[in-house]
């Protein structure tokens, strides 16, 4: 007796183990078992960074389609080669043009990106590709008077935004979302003529239609401001309110909103 009753606990545990390793297995089966056009889908769902970026390092498949311009544009300053490929352009303003209302567009960490009175009429998102903001810089020389103007709603993400003279970033109109940045201005003695973030929006402003927002404003998110007379600069209807700041050993990191009182 004792005999069959040490085979029936073996042959259980044979069949509990079996059933949960198939278990544990199916999963990674069904969702690679999904045709290109279902997985793509289910990619453009993922926040680019860092879900659909990570899900790019899985395969060499999931490579491709996390990666398609479908989910999102590129920009590859100092790679010439890949220029060829659908979807990546030598410069940011090259980008904006060919984006459709809705795109998110990958910049290239490395070296810095030329960026002078760049218009953004869509709603657009712009991420910089490296690990931190100070990896992928956008550059504003002095002759311009920002680096970006914002006409309709937009995000900023892992990015560094320099300007000698003037703004980073001109806000027209549209909510803009600036997350985990940096914004750096001119220092002394020219610092009374810079300002990271100028929002110029106003009820009595108006826009073509195709630009137009109902909910104008500035929302900024665990960013680095340095340098320039004041953080924001507005000369519409917008007023700085809900200001946070947290001190860190080598910065100051900010959270406000610039909104209709």
Sequence with gaps: MEVEEEKLKQTKWKRRS??????????????????????????????????????????????????????????????????????????????????????????????????????????????GGGELPDETTLFCSRASDSALELLSTCKLANLTVKAELGCCLLHRNGRLTIEGCVLQCESNPLDHLSCPIVSTASAQTVFPSSVKCSEDGVSVFRTRIEGGAKAVLTSGDLTLQRVRVIYARTSIFFWFDVEHQ
């Design 18 to 127: 079996s059933s949960s390793s198939s278990s544990s297995k199916s999963p990674s089966c069904l969702i690679n078992n999904l045709d290109d056009g279902c997985l793509m889908h289910i990619f453009s769902f993922l926040p680019p960074i860092p879900d659909r970026y990570n899900s790019a390092l899985v395969c060499h498949r999931w490579l491709f389609l996390a990666c398609h311009p479908r989910l999102w544009l590129r920009v590859e300053r100092s790679i010439k080669d890949r220029l060829e490929e659908p979807g990546v352009f030598p410069d940011i303003e090259t980008a904006v043009a060919a984006a459709r209302p809705g795109d998110t567009i990958l910049i290239a960490a490395g070296g810095r990106h030329l960026a002078s009175n760049i218009q953004i009429k869509k709603r657009l998102c712009l991420i």
